[in-house]
């Protein structure tokens, strides 16, 4: 199995500032997702992190707005920009190991924008 | 459109007893299908993964099974304990294949 830390674990910003996340995981993994949770919704897959090169992002997501990077086989960060209370949500880091079928998640980021 | 349905109204049943859970889907063909429980305030955590050739698979306390025809899985939970108590999430992998797409949860009270 693989244990993924997320930081920060909450965090309250104010409109129009930026928010990093990260997220590391205790092994090599091939792959790293990136999920919105919002009260009482399912989990909605933003972007698959792509080690060395640009994440693909799901419709309805955009780079300039979820900047993410994944400068190695452990590490990835996601960025929420210039926020808005629309914004407010968890945001989840998985990672996926080829072979398992098996996502594992990190606690969670619980975001609130005022 | 792509669509995964659960039952969005809690369960409340008494310890001891099983808890059935349902997980519907349209517009998927997948290769398999999986279940996690998610705790407040917790991500989600893997309980049990079931492929399209399976009928049934089970750990434990846990059973589920998967009927490709009705796009249908169930998930059962026999002699329910109190810390059973989570919500308990439905998954299909994506159009990408690698991640996936949840439904919204049930969520699961066992009392005493």
């Known amino acids: 199995s693989a244990v993924i830390s997320q930081k920060p674990s909450r965090d309250i910003c104010q ?3 930026s928010l990093t996340i990260q997220c590391q995981v205790d092994s090599q993994v091939t792959m790293m997702f990136w999920y919105r949770q919002q009260p009482g919704q399912s989990l909605t897959l933003i972007a698959t992190a792509n080690q060395g090169s640009e994440a693909t992002y799901e419709s309805g997501f955009v780079i300039d707005k979820f900047p993410i990077s994944r400068p190695n086989l452990t590490f990835s960060t996601l960025t ?3 926020m808005s209370p629309e914004d407010s949500s968890i945001y ?3 990672a996926w ?4 079928n098996i996502q594992y998640f990190g606690a969670g980021t619980r975001l609130s924008v005022l | 459109s792509q669509k995964i349905e659960q039952n969005s109204e809690a369960l409340n049943i008494q310890e001891g007893k099983t808890a059935t859970l349902t997980c519907n889907y349209t517009n998927y063909s997948p290769a398999y299908l999986q279940w996690y429980r998610q705790d407040p305030g917790r991500g989600p955590v893997f309980l049990l993964l079931i492929r399209e050739n399976e009928k049934e698979k089970r750990k434990e306390r846990l059973k589920v099974t998967f009927d490709t025809t009705l796009k249908q899985s169930l ?3 026999t002699a329910s304990q109190p810390a059973d108590s989570a919500t308990y999430l439905c998954a299909l992998n994506s159009n990408s294949g690698y991640a996936l797409n949840f439904g919204k949860g049930t969520s699961l009270l066992v009392t005493p």
Not at chain 1, 97 to 100: D, E, I, P, V
């Open chain 1, 15 to 17: 409109r129009g500032t």
């Open chain 1, 80 to 82: 929420v920009s210039n």
């Open chain 1, 92 to 94: 989840l880091c998985s």
């Open chain 1, 97 to 100: 190991t080829s072979g398992r």
């Open chain 2, 75 to 77: 998930f059962h939970i």
